[in-house]
């Protein structure tokens, strides 16, 4: 089956800090999730990624699908205590069952005010 | 609209006690799955289902059973709990298949069970 990585697993910063994060693959996808998991809830989407080379910004959040789509980043920029939480890539191919949707392994982040 | 509801929210059981974890959606989704989440191996699916009456594995079906006679309802029951099923567990529903466009996968607020 796919190999997904998602890395770093965990980081401490200091509020005002960026962020970065990312996810690779071992296959091809066409489509590239990321979530976001606050303490105590479920995963919410936080971006969708459709296109190889995309970049899509929300907020203070920039993601991008790579060009050889077996990877994508996630950036947060100035981080405030509310980032807290984890963050989850999911990428799949379009048609895939969302039954069957994979995530990586999560980035815990933490923020020191 | 409430969305996904999981309930209960925490659990504890003892060793090859059986019991089942609720899940329902009011957001006449077609698809369900239910996942575990456990420290350093994100979420990983258990069994989904794509409609009422359909129902399949997913990567850890072990220990687990489902079923989909409702478009509203996917229960997870624990046949014979073990302490390896202490976990988070999270139910999710989506309206179709993964596309552009489509409602991106809708979780639930999880619940926590422990086994002792």
């Known amino acids: 089956g796919q190999q997904l990585n998602q890395s770093p697993q965990s980081m401490f910063i200091q509020e005002g800090e960026d962020v970065s994060m990312n996810c690779t693959s071992s296959?091809?996808?066409?489509?590239w999730l990321w979530y976001k998991q606050d303490p105590g809830e479920g995963p919410v989407l936080l971006i969708a990624?459709?296109?190889?080379?995309e970049l899509t910004s929300n907020g203070r959040l920039t993601a991008q699908f790579g060009i050889t789509r077996k990877d994508s980043f996630l950036n947060i920029s100035a981080s405030i205590p509310s980032d807290v939480g984890i963050y989850f890539c999911?990428?799949?191919?379009?048609?895939?069952?969302?039954?069957?949707?994979?995530f990586g392994q999560g980035t815990i982040l933490t923020v020191h005010p | 609209n409430a969305g996904v509801t999981q309930t209960p929210k925490f659990q504890v059981l003892k060793t090859g006690q059986s019991m089942t974890l609720q899940c329902a959606q009011d957001?006449?989704?077609?698809?369900m799955s239910w996942y575990r989440q456990d420290p350093g191996m994100g979420l990983r699916l258990i069994h989904y289902?794509?409609?009422?009456?359909?129902?399949d594995q997913g990567e850890v079906p072990n220990g687990y059973n489902v079923s989909r006679s409702t478009t509203e309802d996917f229960p997870l029951r624990l046949l014979s709990a073990a302490p390896s099923q202490t976990s988070v567990y999270f139910c999710?529903?989506?309206?179709?298949?993964?596309?552009?466009?489509?409602?991106?996968?809708?979780f639930g607020n999880g619940t926590r069970l422990t086994v002792t």
């Open positions: 289902s794509v409609g009422a009456g359909i129902t």
């Open positions: 999710a529903s989506s309206l179709g298949k993964l596309r552009q466009g489509n409602s991106p996968l809708h």
């Open positions: 296959s091809i996808f066409n489509t």
């Open positions: 957001m006449n989704h077609e698809y």
């Open positions: 990624l459709y296109k190889a080379g």
């Open positions: 999911a990428p799949y191919k379009s048609g895939t069952s969302y039954g069957k949707l994979t």
